[in-house]
């Protein structure tokens, strides 16, 4: 099994900041990483695959990247609608597994 | 529009059984695989189990295996997830979602294909919830 550490696991910020969000895994993984944005009470959303791919939709505040097995979700310039709790995802092997999650307070 | 509705959560005691159903409109329900992913009260997200898009080649967690089983039924376009032997730490909401695929960006492929995957499309989740 491939495990995925989140950090930080709670995140404060203001509108308008950069905030970066950190997520390893624990080998291997080619760059199969995923990101998710979850509000309360709503089903997760998808933001980015494979590392940095922005889905379709998804405003270009929102930046993937991937060095080896450290990944970084970066938001530019956050907007209310932002704080969230955010996911990472290993899609490497077909038990994907997901980090512990971030969540972004005012 | 694409949809997934699950639905049959509720209370079960320690040791029962329940079955878990998703109705999926709006695609082509054959040609995707699917999976159910779970989030216990106030808890991140955890994956359970998936099922390629025959039905032919099922996955599950370690926490579930042996216990839950994913099945389909692509003439009714339906996703299903048998649990057994429930436990109290199986209380959860249980979304079932689409395994999107799209030729993959990166220069190099997973342990399965050279296709990125990811979960696009959600339900909005059944809750289990299991206690005495």
């Known amino acids: 099994d491939i495990q995925m550490t989140q950090s930080p696991s709670s995140l404060s910020a203001s509108v308008g900041d950069r905030v970066t969000i950190t997520c390893r895994a624990s080998r291997n993984i080619n760059g199969y990483l995923n990101w998710y944005q979850q509000k309360p009470g709503k089903a997760p959303k998808l933001l980015i695959y494979a590392s940095s791919t922005l889905q379709s939709g998804v405003p270009s505040r929102f930046r993937g990247s991937a060095s080896g097995t450290n990944f970084t979700l970066t938001i530019n310039s956050l907007q209310p609608e932002d704080f969230a709790t955010y996911y990472c995802q290993q899609t490497y092997i077909s038990l994907c597994s997901f980090g512990q999650g971030t969540k972004l307070q005012i | 529009e694409v949809h997934l509705l699950e639905s049959g959560g509720g209370l079960v005691q320690p040791g029962g059984s329940l079955r878990l159903s998703c109705a999926v409109s709006?695609?082509?329900?054959?040609?995707?695989?699917m999976t159910w992913v779970r989030q216990a009260p106030g808890k991140g997200l955890e994956w359970v189990s998936s099922?390629?898009?025959?039905?032919?080649?099922?996955f599950y967690a370690d926490s579930v295996k042996g216990r839950f089983t994913i099945s389909r039924d692509n003439s009714k376009n339906m996703l299903y997830l048998e649990m057994n032997s429930l436990r109290a730490e199986d209380t959860a909401l249980y979304y079932c979602a689409i395994v999107s695929r799209s030729v993959s960006p990166l220069p190099d492929c997973s342990s399965t294909s050279c296709y990125a995957e990811y979960f696009q499309h959600w339900g909005q989740g059944t809750l289990l919830t299991v206690s005495s």
């Open positions: 709006g695609f082509t329900f054959s040609t995707y695989a």
């Open positions: 099922v390629s898009a025959s039905g032919a080649n099922t």
